[in-house]
């Protein structure tokens, strides 16, 4: 007979991604409405209201979400400093920023 051998792997949960920044949709606002972070920071945002949302930037810019039915989320990685405002186009009187240091 041969030996058998057997490895067991289990999982283990990741740790947070340093500079990950969460925006919750909820209730018809971006929450937090303005979010100040470092270069390289990846920011999500997540969509709690019943109704679909977007995060689109305000004129151009990199942001440009599908639409976030329920539940969704959008991510995007901040490269380069500035000022980075996006609303909903769905519903544009929704208004958030991004301050990228």
């Given at each position: 007979m041969s030996a058998?051998?057997?490895?067991?792997?289990?999982?283990v949960p990741k740790a947070p991604v340093a500079g990950a920044q969460q925006v919750t949709i909820a209730n018809y606002a971006?929450?937090?409405?303005?979010?100040t972070v470092s270069k390289g920071t990846?920011?999500?945002w997540t969509n709690n209201d019943s109704d679909s949302h977007t995060v689109?930037?305000?004129?151009?810019?990199?942001?440009?979400?599908?639409?976030l039915n329920q539940g969704?989320?959008?991510?995007?990685?901040?490269?380069?400093?500035g000022t980075y405002a996006y609303i909903c186009s769905i519903h544009p009187f929704m208004h958030g920023m991004?301050?990228?240091q």
């Open positions: 058998v051998s057997q490895t067991v792997l289990t999982a971006f929450s937090p409405s303005t979010l990846t920011v999500t689109t930037s305000s004129g151009s810019g990199p942001l440009n979400s599908a639409t969704a989320s959008y991510s995007y990685t901040f490269t380069t400093p991004v301050v990228v």
